[in-house]
């Protein structure tokens, strides 16, 4: 299963980005090789619906859920109707610290 | 292995997460754990007094099914009064609208739609999860 793990920047150790549809990068994590991959958001400077683009990429990108601070009410809605899982952290993470987690 | 259970929609979580008894004498004992959809079908049936097929329409299981779990709503309670033991309200298999859950281990908050069947947190795969109040 992918997950999205909203990041600062393009590394596992860069701290873990709380907006969703502002954050500067995705990071899909294939939860069963644990490999990471980085994808630039586009939309992070957007005038207007970030969060749509954000779950629209997040469909896009083949992710089941989705790691991060908070979600927009757009963002919520189309997530829920993807059955998309949200998943707020409300600590301050490193990218890395969240994959330990779900590593277990 | 034992069939999964079909997930029984809870459209309000009970507002309490439990109730003691006072005045006895008797030493603390294990609380009776009533799960959210079993106080789901006692209100139905009793406090909203609704068939039980109108109840288990709501709730997306059979009249079957919902008698059952009705049936062990009062006998877990009846056992809680007579035998003096605190109830518990409990998650069990529960599918509630637009809910948000909380982890009590990590506190990461969740929400489980409907194609994922396992009732954990995502995050550390703990099962000790509640609702969001």
Known sequence: ?104 | MARPKSLRKVVKPPGFKGYKPYGHQQRRQKPVDLLYEEYEALKLADYDLMTHQEASEIMGISRATFARIYERARRKIARAFVEVKEIKAVYGHALLDKSWLVCNKCFARFTIPETITERNCPVCKSYNIETVK
Not at chain 1, 9 to 26: C, E, I, L, N
């Open chain 1, 1 to 104: 299963m992918k997950t999205l793990i909203t990041s600062t920047a393009d590394t596992v150790d860069a701290p873990f980005d709380k907006r969703y549809g502002r954050a500067a990068w995705f990071c899909i994590l294939n939860e069963e090789t644990g490999e990471t991959t980085f994808y630039k958001n586009e939309n992070a400077e957007a005038q207007g619906g970030a969060g749509t683009k954000a779950a629209e990429k997040t469909v896009e990108l083949g992710a089941q859920k989705v790691i991060s601070g908070d979600f927009g009410p757009k963002a919520k809605d189309l997530l829920e109707k993807f059955n998309i899982q949200m998943v707020i952290i409300e600590e301050d993470l490193k990218v890395k610290d969240i994959v330990e987690r779900i590593k277990g």
